[in-house]
C-alpha cells in the first residue's frame, strides 16, 4: 500500500498554490493529495493519521515567515511513521516565489518517481478517456 500523502500551507496564497500543484502529483505519481492548512492538520488529519504512514509538503509561500510553525508540526509527528518535507523558496513573493515553488516541488516528484518508477509515456488508461476528451461527439460516442 502507498504511504499517504498531504500538503499542507499555510498564509495567503499556500492553498492556491497547492491546488495548482496537486495537478503534478496526479499526472506524475498518480496519486491525490488533500492541501490542508498547518493549524486545521490538529483537528481532523493528525487525529485520523495519528498512527499511520503519511508524507507531508509544506509549502512556506512567503519564504521562511511560516518556519517556526512548520518545526512545530514537525515535533507533533512521529519520525518512524511520519514524514516532514518543508518548501520553502529564497524568492519571497509573487511570481518568482510560485515559479521557485514550482521547481522545488518538481523535485520531490522526481524523487518519488526514482523511488517507485513509473511509465509516463504509457499509463494504464491511455487511449480509454475518449468519452471525455472526444468532443463534438454525443454522450453515447457516436
Partial sequence: ????????????GG??????????LLEGLGVGAPVWDVLGF??????????????????????????????RLGRLLDPALHRLVVLTPRALDGLAGFLEHDALFDGVVLRAL????????????????????????DAEGG
Avoid at 500500500?1 to 495567503?12: M, Q, V
Avoid at 492553498?15 to 503534478?24: D, I, N, P, S, T
Fill in 114 to 137: 526514482a523511488h517507485a518508477p513509473r511509465d509516463l509515456r504509457d499509463w494504464p488508461g491511455k487511449g480509454l478517456d475518449g468519452p471525455l476528451y472526444d468532443l463534438g461527439c
Fill in 15 to 24: 492553498a492556491e498554490l497547492a491546488h495548482g500543484l496537486r495537478w503534478k
Fill in 42 to 71: 490538529a483537528h481532523g488529519p493528525f487525529q485520523r493519521f495519528v498512527r499511520e504512514p503519511l508524507t507531508l509538503v509544506a509549502l512556506d509561500v512567503r519564504g521562511g515567515l511560516f518556519a517556526p510553525l512548520f518545526a
Fill in 1 to 12: 500500500e502507498r504511504e499517504r500523502l498531504a500538503l499542507i500551507t499555510a498564509g495567503d
